[in-house]
């Protein structure tokens, strides 16, 4: 089974700072990666899919790159709203199956 | 819009089973597959598996193989999710997603305890 290592797992930052997150896969999974906002008491949500592209209704702010098995997600100026747990999602279609990072909560400095 | 509409909170006992189910709308229920992902209390998210809305292939967590079982049923776009010989470390939130995740339910908390 493909593992994905998430870095770092927490992360404190201000307001208006530039933000990034890691994935590694444990072996090449092309640019089959999503990333995730989650919420206290809510699902999460769909930010950035196949990598690098934007879910509809998702600010600018949020991006994503990589391809292979590094990967990076980053929030460009840190908005009060952007308080949540971050993860990466790996997915496979032959046979369907995902595989999450272990999440980067994310807070206010 | 696509909705994914989980059934409510659960409380069973150890050795009970649970079937949670998760009605979709908004789209063609067999043109997707349904994932269902847990979260245990203050942990991380958890695949447990997937299912064809088309034909009904599965796909399993290893750890859950012989303890789950994935169904739908087309008529009223709705897919179910049973989990059997339930232990305390089973009390999660259980949420539904459209295949890889685009659209999520709003979670179902089972909470496993005598």
């Known amino acids: 089974d493909i593992q994905m290592t998430q870095s770092p797992s927490s992360l404190s930052a201000s307001v208006g700072d530039r933000v990034t997150i890691t994935c590694q896969a444990s072996?090449?999974?092309?640019?089959?990666l999503n990333w995730y906002q989650q919420k206290p008491g809510k699902a999460p949500k769909l930010l950035i899919y196949d990598a690098s592209n934007l879910e509809t209704g998702v600010p600018s702010r949020f991006s994503g790159s990589g391809s292979g098995t590094d990967f990076t997600f980053t929030i460009s100026s840190l908005q009060p709203e952007d308080i949540a747990t971050y993860y990466c999602?790996?997915?496979?279609?032959?046979?369907?199956?995902?595989?999450f990072g272990q999440g980067t909560k994310l807070e206010i400095k | 819009q696509v909705q994914l509409v989980q059934s409510g909170a659960e409380v069973k006992k150890p050795g009970a089973s649970v079937k949670v189910s998760c009605k979709a709308s908004g789209y063609t229920f067999t043109s997707y597959g349904i994932s269902w992902v847990r979260q245990a209390p203050g942990q991380g998210l958890e695949w447990m598996g997937w299912i064809s809305a088309y034909n009904g292939n599965t796909n399993y967590a290893q750890k859950l193989q012989g303890r789950v079982t994935m169904t739908t049923d087309t008529s009223t776009s709705t897919a179910y999710m049973e989990l059997r010989s339930l232990r305390s470390d089973d009390t999660a939130v259980y949420y539904c997603a459209r295949d890889s995740g685009v659209n999520w339910g709003q979670g179902t908390l089972v909470t496993v305890s005598s």
């Open positions: 072996q090449d999974i092309s640019n089959y």
């Open positions: 999602q790996q997915y496979d279609n032959l046979p369907p199956r995902l595989a």
